[in-house]
């Protein structure tokens, strides 16, 4: 009988799904990705009239092609996931912390300097846990401000979190002018050079093993912690509604404040990580931005640490073919800005079709007859 | 540790029979510097057997990319002496925009995984990722250009070229200097003052302001000069408003030791607006940017460094850890003069060079500069680097007396500028 009324009907409707069965969901992610492939692979060819696969292998090869370049890429991977696992509660409990790049990076002011100045004086093993304890203070410091005046007086956290970012870029501009050398180059240079004081050990002979370790430590932990524990219950039903927390009798304010330090501290040692177990300087361009990538790590995920691995590898590895392929095909860095824009792109659009499903006009017209 | 000399020894052992070939395969392990003579790497063994200039792999780190004059002039550079060694441009590989960070040590490092048998950085602040990365593949040989560790650092792969870009900067000076004169028997100007547009107040830049002022003082000898830094070594907005800033100082020609278009465009500006200024650029010609108010640039030729570099590697000779030359063969010019110049710019310029490559004219000459109203007779040079902030020694040098026969001897003990004296007549506006 509903023949009269489909005449006016639009001929896509969209329908939230209920639920959707893992295989599928997953599914149309893959197809997310060759899609992706297909249309980079026709930006590629339109533009430059190479071969795509050429460029794709070139991709592979620029971020898994050697033993060298795989442990580069592991380790960016590693210290996106550091700041996504750092992001997940807060962003679980609905709480917007933009501020991750700023936590990242008094992280990484602190270990810089205690490297610096204690580098002769503390033994390495002694010196690491010295700065990891710091990094970790600081970054909790810097993620309880916003959460305290939060939790008080109701202040807009993206904002808050937002502005902390710049308080903590200055304060590292200051202090790389501080400890600039040689003097006069605005930059830090490799601290401790010679000694290698306060660098992470190598284990197993690699460099950036005990970056992976700590932080595959921290994303079993996260999840153990948002799965099975009563404060990671807390989180959950505070982002789901905090009017349901409040009648539950779920202290607000002191899940806002314990969350945030914990998210905070999390991306503190993260500045860490990347300066004692990577960059061995400090500069503004510390975090490189990866505390809003991450950002990206966390929700594609859905707060799984452990789905936040792949998703830090396929970023990590879009990154680092984009530069390799951008120097193997004289393309400039841009093209290849673009290709994994398109390919990000895809993906996170495929998350529309995982929540939504298209209803076409005359396929539902079939179904009725 | 005990695993980690295990290691060690065999990855010893990997080289030096990969070294020696079947001949020698029975070659004791940690034998890696015997094996030098069959290398074609070319270690601080000395002389080896050289590459065929078909098989070498170059790579290139650029702190920019072709939009920045410094670079370009690498990167042209680079190609020329590639095509004139007969190296085909293929086996080139670049990363532009590598910032002084891990960046360059990750570029450094999958250069040479990819095979590149020589690796060059054209920036200072690239250097000490190079030295890690060259600790990391002693087989394969790091330059950084500009850098000053090199002779000190005990790395045996790692090496430093540099032009003497100081003469370029005489001479460039000596082309504001014949235009200051005139302006000044015109009447047009009666106050000699110099503005300079400096990235940091490191000895290089200290070096070239002072050779540029006496390049002008060659020809005005009261004039003087004020430096603004943009602690940047590109920045075209800070370039601008530092030469902006100069000129509104009283500046009548703005010279730069800084890698863009900023100030040569901010003096033609203001030269549209109805200032009588000029301008004195780096690295590339003006021209295009301030058609009237571009006098001159001072410009590298790093072909010829990089040349004579590559040619060590086809023969297989040592690469000297320094290597700086500078007119004489070829290495530093400045650009086509500009339709403002004065007359007589030519003869005053053939005549600059002609003195820098005979020897007769010592650019820092004691008897031209003062410092304190004195003149300098003794100075000494330190090539030890230093850690500022702890004042910790990171490689010792060697003490050195850098006056040598009433001159001042720039980038002979070493091939990066360290002339860091503060001569009377030049006023650092922002010293750090």
């Known amino acids: ?369 | 540790m005990k695993k980690l000399f295990a290691l060690l020894l065999s990855l010893a052992m990997v080289f030096a029979m990969a070294a020696c070939g079947d001949t020698a395969s029975n070659n004791e392990g940690g034998g890696n510097s015997n094996a030098g003579n069959a290398d074609t790497g070319g270690e601080e063994g000395g002389d080896t057997a050289g590459i065929a200039a078909g098989d070498l792999q170059i790579g290139l780190i650029c702190i920019h990319d072709e939009n920045s004059g410094y670079d370009l002039a690498h990167i042209d550079g680079l190609r020329a002496a590639c095509s004139e060694l007969g190296i085909d441009e293929s086996q080139i590989t670049m990363r532009i925009n590598i910032p002084e960070t891990e960046e360059c040590y990750d570029a450094a490092i999958q250069l040479a995984d990819a095979g590149c048998d020589i690796i060059f950085s054209d920036s200072y602040g690239h250097q000490s990722y190079m030295a890690l990365a060259a600790q990391d593949y002693p087989e394969v040989t790091f330059v950084a250009c500009t850098g000053d560790q090199a002779g000190v650092a005990g790395i045996p792969n790692l090496k430093n070229i540099f032009p003497y870009t100081y003469e370029s900067r005489y001479v460039s000076g000596v082309v504001a200097g014949v235009k200051l004169k005139e302006m000044m028997d015109n009447g047009e100007v009666t106050d000699p003052h110099i503005g300079y547009v400096g990235a940091y107040p490191y000895a290089e830049v200290v070096c070239g302001y002072t050779a540029f002022l006496l390049g002008i003082q060659s020809q005005v000898p009261e004039a003087y000069m004020d430096v603004q830094y943009t602690n940047s070594w590109y920045d075209l907005t800070a370039e601008g408003e530092a030469a902006n800033a100069l000129m509104a100082r009283g500046c009548v020609i703005i010279g730069q030791h800084a890698d863009s278009t900023g100030a040569p465009s901010a003096v033609q500006a203001a030269r549209d607006a109805g200032s009588n200024v000029y301008s004195v650029g780096y690295n590339i010609d003006m021209l295009s940017v301030a058609p009237e108010a571009a006098l001159t640039s001072a410009q590298n030729n790093w072909s010829v460094l990089y040349k004579a570099t590559l040619q060590h590697m086809l023969d297989g000779t040592e690469i000297p850890a320094d290597y700086a030359v500078g007119h004489s063969e070829g290495a530093v010019m400045i650009s086509e003069l500009g339709e403002s110049c004065a007359e007589g710019t030519q003869e005053a310029v053939d005549a600059a060079w002609a003195g820098i490559d005979d020897g007769s004219l010592k650019v820092f000459d004691t008897s031209k500069f003062t410092v304190d109203g004195a003149a300098v007779d003794s100075y000494t040079i330190n090539t030890s680097i230093i850690d500022f902030t702890t004042g910790n020694t990171i490689y010792e040098g060697q003490e050195y007396e850098a006056i040598v026969d009433g001159a001042f001897q720039e980038s002979v003990f070493r091939a990066a500028p360290y002339f860091d004296i503060r001569i009377d007549g030049i006023t650092e506006l922002n010293p750090s």
């Open chain 1, 1 to 369: 009988m509903s023949t009269p009324s489909t005449q006016h009907e639009p001929a896509v409707r969209l329908v939230k799904r209920d639920t959707i069965p893992t295989w599928k969901a997953w599914g149309i992610r893959l197809l997310a990705v060759v899609l992706a492939l297909l249309l980079s692979g026709l930006f590629i060819f339109a533009v430059t009239k190479l071969n795509p696969v050429a460029v794709y292998q070139g991709m592979i090869q620029g971020a898994f092609g050697s033993k060298r370049n795989t442990w580069v890429t592991i380790r960016d991977a590693m210290m996106l996931l550091c700041v996504g696992v750092g992001l997940a509660p807060a962003f679980k409990m609905r709480f917007w912390n933009i501020g991750a790049e700023g936590q990242i990076l008094v992280g990484g002011i602190l270990t810089a300097g205690l490297m610096i100045h204690l580098g002769y004086t503390l033994p390495t093993p002694a010196l690491l846990c010295v700065m990891a304890l710091a990094s970790i203070a600081a970054g909790a410091v810097w993620g309880l401000i916003p959460a305290i005046f939060k939790a008080r007086w109701g202040t807009n956290e993206t904002l808050f979190t937002l502005m902390m970012n710049y308080v903590a870029i200055q304060l590292t501009s200051y202090c790389v002018a501080l400890w600039e050398n040689p003097a006069g180059s605005n930059t830090v240079g490799i601290i401790n050079m010679q000694t290698r004081a306060g660098w992470f050990p190598k284990i197993l002979g690699q460099d950036y093993m005990l970056n992976v370790i700590l932080v595959m430590i921290l994303t079993v932990g996260m999840f153990l912690y948002l799965k099975y524990t009563k404060q990671g219950y807390e989180i959950a039903v505070v982002g789901e509604s905090a009017n349901t927390a409040r009648y539950a009798g779920i202290k607000l304010s002191r899940v806002y404040i314990r969350t945030m330090a914990i998210s905070g501290a999390i991306c503190g040692l993260a500045g860490f990580i990347s300066v004692a177990g990577a960059g061995h300087t400090i500069s503004v361009d510390t975090a490189g931005g990866r505390g809003f990538t991450a950002i990206i790590v966390a929700w594609l995920a859905k707060f799984n640490t452990f789905v936040m691995i792949l998703i830090a590898f396929l970023l990590a590895f879009l990154e680092k073919g984009a530069i390799e392929i951008a120097s193997r095909f004289n393309l400039n860095n841009d093209a290849s800005d673009i290709i994994s824009g398109i390919i990000l792109f895809c993906i996170i659009g495929s998350e529309f079709f995982i929540n939504y499903k298209l209803v076409f006009h005359r396929r539902k017209e079939a179904a009725d007859k």
